[in-house]
């Protein structure tokens, strides 16, 4: 069963928000009071007033009130945290405001938000893919691969609702072109639905299919891919002790493992610093076991998109099928599973890293898989070595996080 979103949404019969109490409990909302937006495209005055317009226009929409009631939470907590990561992202350039790359790293800070606060895995990911997204209805009618977006968005993002995300944004603003914008929303929402995927995602005849179709220009979607696979390779991804050595000893005990770890302790080497070495051994492991058409895991975090890209262009290569197992963990078991390692990496809660910017989806690979997940915090990593602790990254913290880590040290 989801546990409840933990942020406040509109009610009936008022359908009104305390925003009083939002600034009060939370820093990010205070972040973005008084964070400057251009004016030719922002009139109304700084990103919190924005946000609070976005907020009303949507609480005001018959269709939001419809909803179901776990949708129209996500959809709301989508509309609070869009523009999270402007205060971040805001500069000053050619004498005009932009916020560039404020959406994919809105959706990092959203993440980190919500695993603070313990929401649900599946209600913090749909959040964060509409934040990701929260600006693509604006102009991908106008894009020449809109199809191909309009296909990836489906994957991790109900576009019927980024699309009612998209015209609160719209109508939270004062700007000169605000009926051209929802008039690109509408088409937006069109498209989708011509294109079968505006209320789930975009299906195709096999997971392969969809594998290939986004790794490749121009494919047919529609078209079966034969599978030429010789082999499945597990790609483990989580935290240091979030679990993933207990998932492969469950449930992969028979086959082989290319663990970074164990290559470290073979090596003597430690976990932070350059990893180059370490890479290039788990690799050349990795290519033994692929001449050889062998299933096996590899075990690391893996927490970077760009990583993940890397080891799927590896094993694509010698035709493996790909199977991703992500694995989260609350910081107390973090903790309570690093901490009596000769050499150990505790992590508190989710990585900050822009690089880490997503759990696996599953236009990836061919057989997504996500544990379940607890509740967590935002990042703190400590090195034990030979009994001593050095704090090597230290963010905020709520108080009652500091409490859990001073009682877990």
């Not at 050095?390 to 877990?408: G, H, Y």
Request: include cysteine.
């Amino acid at each position: 069963m989801m546990r409840p979103l933990p942020l406040p949404i509109p009610e009936p019969p008022a359908w009104r928000l305390d925003w009083g109490a939002l600034d009060e409990r939370f820093d990010w909302v205070r972040a973005m009071r008084g964070c400057p937006q251009d004016p030719a495209y922002h009139g109304e005055g700084d990103v919190l007033v924005h946000v609070r317009m976005v907020c009303e226009a949507l609480a005001g929409m018959e269709a939001w009130r419809e909803l179901p009631a776990t949708e129209r939470k996500i959809l709301f907590a989508a509309a609070l945290v869009h523009d999270v990561a402007k205060p971040s992202c805001t500069r000053h350039e050619d004498g005009r405001i932009t916020s560039r790359g404020h959406s994919p790293r809105g959706a990092i800070d959203g993440r980190r938000i919500l695993w603070d606060l313990g929401a649900d895995f599946a209600v913090r990911e749909q959040v964060c893919a509409l934040v990701r997204y929260h600006q693509t209805p604006f102009h991908l009618i106008e894009r020449a691969d809109a199809q191909r977006r309009a296909f990836l968005i489906s994957q991790t993002a109900r576009c019927d609702l980024l699309a009612m995300l998209a015209r609160a944004d719209a109508l939270g603003r004062q700007c000169s072109d605000q009926s051209s914008i929802l008039e690109h929303v509408a088409l937006f929402e069109e498209f989708c639905r011509e294109q079968e995927c505006l209320l789930t995602p975009r299906r195709f005849p096999s997971a392969r299919s969809r594998f290939l179709y986004f790794r490749s220009e121009d494919r047919d979607p529609d078209y079966l891919a034969y599978d030429d696979s010789r082999c499945e390779v597990t790609l483990l991804s989580g935290l240091p002790g979030s679990g993933k050595d207990t998932w492969i000893a469950r449930h992969l005990n028979s086959v082989p493992v290319v663990s970074l770890d164990a290559i470290r302790e073979t090596l003597g080497a430690a976990p932070t610093g350059e990893q180059g070495a370490i890479l290039q051994a788990a690799r050349e492991e990795a290519r033994t076991l692929l001449r050889q058409a062998s299933d096996f895991a590899w075990n690391a975090t893996n927490l970077s998109r760009d990583i993940r890209r890397q080891l799927v262009d590896l094993l694509t290569g010698y035709s493996a099928r790909i199977r991703i197992v992500y694995v989260e963990a609350e910081p107390a078991k973090l903790f309570q599973q690093n901490r009596n390692r000769d050499a150990a990496v505790i992590v508190f809660g989710i990585p900050e890293a822009k690089t880490s910017d997503r759990a696996p989806s599953a236009v990836s690979v061919l057989r997504p898989r996500l544990e379940r997940p607890k509740k967590g915090s935002t990042l703190t990593i400590y090195l034990r070595r030979s009994g001593e602790v050095t704090r090597l990254c230290f963010p905020r913290l709520t108080q009652a996080s500091l409490q859990r880590r001073n009682r877990t040290m």
